[in-house]
């Protein structure tokens, strides 16, 4: 459920202790002295590091340094309601993710402070990452090698209770760490991931939340891998629907259905490509199985490029699988760089793979383009990781009275506008907009002016029923690509 992060680098952090500042101290409009001036992409900012206990109700536990970023609206001043920008994988950093586009951030939260927290084992401060495979043979045919898997999770365990990395336990650094912000009320933004951190921040504190945008929603009672491969197909079908109604698309390709079942036949065959390694600088040639096919297609689905997909299998029927196969390269180097493993695995093997419905979920997935292949990967690398135990109402619906914008990508392949329409049900001040062309975060519109507007509007009146929503079918929405 990831995207890729920018870096960052913290001119000025200092360690707030609990014991070291009471509380007290922090009044609302004022800054605190623990948040230095900084600079963050050329933007004005504060930065500092705050230190939370690893495991909260054992005394004297080891202690995390997290790193707190804010962007400033006004730098003589806090805003009186900061947008708290939530990132997703789950493993990636706030400070460094969502500080791709802190312009755009501040722009859309119209004059109100952005404040990055990273989330405990991400950054770098105390990022629990594995080491990348060393060649891109390494990374075709799995997600997980159980050796490499192995020998990380014995490095991380020496500086870490790998257990501790669940959502709660997340939820309550924020809760501590808004305790020492100086403001009164926050509206929570989560991306991916970072909507289920969203919900459970405001489940634990909800005086606290004016207002959440979730966008690309993963519910607390999500079980994944159980839908992967059958929504990877309901995406890859709306990608042909749409280029069947498009007159340039199926002029090009008047048999997307077709192609993308030669390009599957074909793979299963036997096939390879020739790629470029941006981790190794070199090119070389790759196996290319039906997996590596589907996770591929899966990966460009979640963002603009599902306008190549036509073109890219044409391509692969003809045997020609070097675009699927750089993009699951580029992909996956980048997950390596930005994905804290031991937060992902701690997230989804105490949250997730323990709620699974293996028989059904391998019965829906057996007939799919993808098969039982995340199924497979996610539960032997579960069978490795120490599992921790998230509170016994955690999968329990949401019910906060908080106003709700929920976003949803209409070809979405991880959290498809049922995920959205599941959460909302418990909500009792939310609505959800389906991006018709759009993603996994992403609307699919040539600007980003309409979700600009949307979430701006949102913003200001913290009211989910008077939103411009024209926009969403109007705005021009990008073209399918019908060349290289």
């Given at each position: ?23 007290a ?6 800054w605190?002295s ?34 707190v ?7 003589d001043?806090?805003t ?7 990132v ?14 802190p ?17 405990r ?7 629990l ?37 669940t ?11 808004l ?23 405001a489940?634990r ?20 891998p159980?839908?992967?491969?059958t929504?990877?197909?309901a ?22 259905g ?5 390009a ?32 591929a ?16 299998f044409?391509?692969?029927r003809?045997?020609q ?7 699951y390269?580029n ?7 930005t994905?804290a493993r ?21 019965a829906?997935?057996?007939p ?10 996610y ?40 995920t ?44 989910p ?20």
């Open positions: 459920m990831a995207r890729a992060a920018a870096g960052i680098t913290l001119l000025f952090a200092v360690v707030a202790t609990a014991c070291g500042r009471s509380e101290e922090v009044v609302p409009g004022i605190p623990w948040l230095r001036e900084c600079t963050h992409a050329n933007m004005p900012a504060r930065c500092g590091t705050v230190e939370v206990p690893e495991s909260p109700s054992a005394p004297g536990s080891r202690r995390l340094p997290i790193r970023v804010v962007l400033v609206a006004r730098p001043r806090p009186d309601d900061p947008v708290v920008a939530l997703g994988g789950p493993g990636q950093a706030a400070t460094e993710s969502a500080g791709q586009s312009q755009r951030l501040q722009a859309y939260g119209q004059i109100r402070d952005v404040v990055l927290i990273d989330q084992g991400t950054g770098e401060a105390h990022g990452h594995c080491p990348p495979p060393a060649s891109a043979t390494d990374l075709m045919g799995r997600v997980f090698d159980p050796a490499r898997l192995t020998s990380c999770r014995d490095e991380l365990a020496a500086r870490a209770d790998l257990t501790k990395y959502t709660s336990l997340a939820a309550g650094d924020y809760a501590r760490i305790d020492r912000l100086p403001y009164r009320q926050v509206n929570l933004w989560g991306v991916s991931y970072g909507t289920r951190l969203a919900l459970e921040i489940r504190t909800p005086d606290r939340v004016r207002a959440m945008i979730l966008d690309a929603v993963v519910p607390t009672d999500f079980t994944w159980t839908t992967a491969a929504d990877l197909d995406g890859l079908d709306a990608v042909a629907g749409d280029c069947a109604r498009d007159p340039q698309c199926s002029a090009a390709f008047p048999d997307v077709g192609d993308i079942a030669a599957f036949a074909g793979v299963r065959l036997g096939a390879s490509a020739v790629v470029p390694d941006p981790a190794t600088g070199t090119t070389g040639r790759v196996p290319f199985g039906a997996s590596d096919l589907a996770y297609a899966r990966g460009l689905l979640y963002n603009n490029g599902a306008w190549s997909l036509p073109l890219f044409r391509e692969a003809r045997g699988y070097e675009a699927f196969a750089e993009a390269v992909r996956a180097r980048t997950l390596d760089r994905i031991g937060v992902h695995l701690g997230v989804y093997c105490a949250e997730d793979l323990p709620f699974v419905d293996w028989t059904r979920a391998e829906a997935a057996a799919t383009r993808l098969g039982t292949y995340l199924l497979d990967e539960r032997r690398a579960c069978e490795i990781w120490p599992r921790g135990t998230p509170p016994a109402d955690f999968r329990a619906p949401i019910t906060v009275n908080v106003p709700t914008l929920l976003l949803s990508g209409r070809r979405d392949p991880v959290t498809p506008p049922w959205a329409e599941q959460v909302v049900r418990t909500l009792s001040r939310a609505r959800v907009v389906v991006w018709p062309f759009g993603g996994h975060g992403v609307d699919g519109l040539v600007s980003a002016d309409c979700r600009g507007r949307l979430v701006a509007e949102f913003l200001r009146t913290a009211d029923d008077q939103l411009p929503l024209a926009c969403t079918t109007q705005d021009p929405v990008r073209s399918f690509w019908l060349s290289r």
